[in-house]
């Protein structure tokens, strides 16, 4: 699996930089973080078969055993903190056009704000962690996981209901290297946007793909229960929701202590 990796995509404007491969790490996001402190280029890539230590987010593990795309993207553009939700599911779309361009299977999602979620399972996630000097973006790492080739057996009980792989959902098995380079195209393409501060137009891509849009939903905000129906995406990548009192609101990851999509057989938890 590892040399697979090695045929760099032609065409990459943002994200061309250096791909380091792993066989294990605790985690790529600890890995990445450490290339970039050293000073390591906007763009660059690490990959690992497999992790022991990975992050989820929330503070939740993420199961990474051999099998899955484990990557994080060094990213260092100047951008506002504000503007960084945007680039964590711009990161999330581009794993759902990966997994498009790679099986065909199509009805790829987003599950708000960050779970890429296939017929009513979670197949993938992303993770954007940011270092701040001086109030000013130093870096930041966008780590996304799919799982790939692993059968139901493997995950573990706890997950065997919720989470899928393209394997469990195609009955075949796929390199790896074809879908990293489909996402680092996907991504390069939305990187660009944002570091040309096209915000709309990143907005637009990610409307396509949140699910829920017209649902209702239950969500625990600052210790406060509310529900309402989900209308969109604001370009903040914030959730706009219509209370019942009809009142609009955006909520944002970082308020949210928990949400409940009610009247479909997805459910998400934050
Ligand atoms: C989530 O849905 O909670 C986000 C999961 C992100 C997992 C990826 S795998 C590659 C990178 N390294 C990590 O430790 N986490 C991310």
Request: proline share 4%.
């Amino acid at each position: 699996m590892i040399k697979d990796f090695f045929s760099q995509p032609e065409g990459l404007q943002s994200l061309s930089g250096e791909v380091t491969i792993l066989h294990s790490v605790d985690s790529t996001q600890i890995f990445a973080a450490s290339l970039a402190r050293e000073g390591t280029s906007d763009g660059a890539s690490v990959v690992a078969e497999i992790q022991t230590k990975a992050r989820g987010r929330f503070g939740h593990d993420w199961y990474s055993p051999s099998g899955g795309l484990w990557v994080s993207v060094i990213l260092k553009p100047s951008s506002a903190p504000a503007r960084l939700p945007l680039l964590s599911i711009a990161g999330a779309c581009a794993v759902c056009e990966a997994i498009e361009d790679v099986t065909k299977l199509d009805s790829v999602g987003i599950k708000w704000p960050n779970d890429v979620v296939i017929r009513g399972r979670k197949i993938g996630g992303v993770i954007l962690e940011a270092s701040f000097k001086s109030r000013k973006l130093e870096y930041a790492i966008l780590g996304a996981g799919i799982n790939v080739n692993i059968p139901t057996t493997s995950f573990p009980s706890e997950l065997r209901e919720s989470a899928t792989s393209l394997c469990i959902l195609t009955g075949r098995n796929y390199p790896l290297s074809p879908l990293f380079n489909s996402f680092r195209r996907s991504l390069d393409k939305l990187y660009l946007k944002y570091t040309n501060k096209q915000d709309q137009a990143i907005q637009q891509v990610i409307q396509t793909r949140i699910l829920g849009i017209g649902s209702r939903v239950k969500m625990r905000l600052s210790g406060k229960t509310t529900s309402g129906l989900v209308k969109g995406i604001d370009v903040d990548a914030g959730l706009v929701i219509e209370n019942d009192q009809n009142k609009i609101l955006t909520i944002y990851d970082r308020d949210v202590e928990s949400l409940t999509f009610l009247g479909d057989r997805d459910k998400a938890s934050n």
